[in-house]
DNA sequence: CAAATTCTTGATCGGTCGATCAAAGCGCGG
DNA sequence: CCGCGCTTTGATCGACCGATCAAGAATTTG
């Protein structure tokens, strides 16, 4: 027995950290070149690992994909679990937003994997959306309804209100060349700033209510 | 000689015709898997010609997909340039969202095929962006910056505006697959009806002066 | 230390893909 | 009808990629 390290038993010492090393190149690797674009061998040198080794942690290309994957869902939905109905719907809305643009910000690798999965008809995660997704934004949805009938928010429609945050901060991570094509190149912390500070003033003023 | 079309020569019919094919074909493939995702067999295919018939037009796979990214650009930014400065400017602020909005369910593929080469790092227009584009968006927030002394426009800042308005339209085609996950099967009528409504709502009251 | 187990990799196989070529098909002017 | 140029395709080549295997290296265990 080794549980010196104090987590439960998941494989070896070694085999714990090449599986780190393998998901996080192929996050890397995936998430610039898509599924089909990306090869083993990329993530292989990535992780500094022979082909066959990798293939020897997991035994198909589609599941280093599929791992990685899975290991992104929650981080995607927790932001919007947070919201809580008993807040300020305006406090609520301005944290869901500030929190999505910071994991733009923070991991703009699973981004633009998300957005790759997207975009290609989200064939391994069809899933998941209808279900544990759908789900939770229905309940948000339901939410933001009572607020707009306490008359603490805008008679907006919540799904497309819901779409509009996840569109605005995503972007900085999925256009992020084009973002920096035209901005120049100036400081990360400043441009994270300013988008901050557009995206407070345009949902503040744009779902008050009255 | 064929003047009869009256179009000028560019070829013969059937070449024109048999590009016309191919250019469409690339579209649907490319915007759905990429680059490398994307294979001469499928889209000789899907335009309905062998292989090596699509190369005898193409002489190579990339100069296919460097043709059709090359129809998209001004299409990409014809409404920006619409925008006037002697307008309204909350108007002409609507009726850009609009525009982009009606090209997002008018032609998702291009809608697509952008952002997939945006998530890739834009290798192969990234010329463009620090160039043309760039241009562009400086001479329309040199605009917004005129209204917003004008005390005709809030004070945002125009380049997150211009960035918030590309990513709220975009959505809807991009992420076309989660959009219809979560709002289930509703006629796409009443999604872009929504959509329009939420949008021109909140940059209405987002950006109002004072 | 020795045996057993786990880990690593060079070599290789089958399949796919981009690209080429030669030959066959087709349309058009004489 | 003939001959010429434009168009189409079956066959094929080389490169790349996913996956396998057997053998060797490293680590753990008794």
């Given amino acids: ?29 995936f998430s610039r070149y898509g599924f089909k674009g990306s090869t083993i061998d990329q993530i292989a040198a990535k992780a500094g690992m022979s082909k066959p080794n990798l293939l020897y942690y997991f035994r198909r290309k589609g599941e280093v994909y599929d791992a990685v994957l899975g290991d992104l869902l929650s981080l995607w939905l927790d932001p919007l679990r947070e919201m809580r109905a008993e807040g300020e719907p305006l406090d609520e809305i301005r944290r869901y937003v500030f929190r999505k643009l910071e994991i733009s910000r923070d991991r703009p690798r699973e981004s633009r994997l998300f957005a790759n999965e997207m975009l290609t008809g989200a064939p391994r995660i069809h899933g998941l959306l209808a279900g544990e997704l759908k789900t ?40 992020d060349v ?28 744009g779902l008050a209510p009255g």
């Fill in 1 to 29: 027995m080794n549980e010196t390290t104090g987590r439960r038993a998941c494989g070896t010492r070694i085999q714990r950290a090449n599986r780190e090393r393998i998901l996080d190149a192929g996050l890397e690797i």
């Fill in 136 to 175: 939770l934004v229905d309940e948000k949805a339901s939410v933001m309804r009572g607020w707009i009938e306490n008359g603490t928010l805008a008679p907006v429609d919540p799904y497309h209100l819901i779409f509009s945050v996840w569109a605005t901060t995503q972007h900085y991570a999925d256009f």
């Fill in 178 to 205: 084009q973002v920096r094509a035209v901005l120049g190149g100036g400081k990360e912390e400043e441009r994270f700033h300013d988008a901050a500070a557009f995206l407070a003033r345009l949902y503040t003023y």
